[in-house]
């Protein structure tokens, strides 16, 4: 006896209903993902995983790409890098002078892994790049160890 065999008649035929609906139907089948996309997304965790292990390790690599992001947020402004540019002074100031550190952190929205500037400090906020521009980052540094796109 499975659980839909509990319900009383009515609930049973709502939720028939409602799984036979093209919107639902739809929607199920954006959930299923086919080889090609698994493969694609294996992929792209893989180098994801490998940037975040480089950052953590490489003290090089995080300074080059702390030193691009300062650069960008100099010319580009906090607004058009960053997600919210709703953050308490001191870590505006901290970004805003080149005191943060970079790292890649999972959206909870989105799910994806998206990058993350810690400014340094008695500082606690987090401020998220836009996924634009965490894309672009993340694509040179797949580049620049010979890969692929991530997109």
Known sequence: MSWIDRLPANEKQRLRKRMRSPE??????????????????????ELLAELKFTLETEPRVQEELRKELE?????????????????????????????FSVSLETNAQTGHEQMVLQP???????????????????DGFISAMGGGSVA
């Open 120 to 138: 340094e400090g008695n500082i606690s906020e987090k401020a998220v790049l836009r996924q634009s521009v965490s894309d672009t980052y993340t």
């Open 24 to 45: 639902e139907y739809e929607r199920l089948r954006e959930r299923v993902k086919g080889p090609e996309d698994l493969e694609k997304e294996m992929a792209q965790n």
């Open 71 to 99: 650069k960008d947020l100099h010319e580009q402004g906090l607004e058009n890098i960053l997600e919210t540019a709703d953050m308490s002074p001191d870590a505006k100031s901290a970004l805003e002078q080149g005191n």
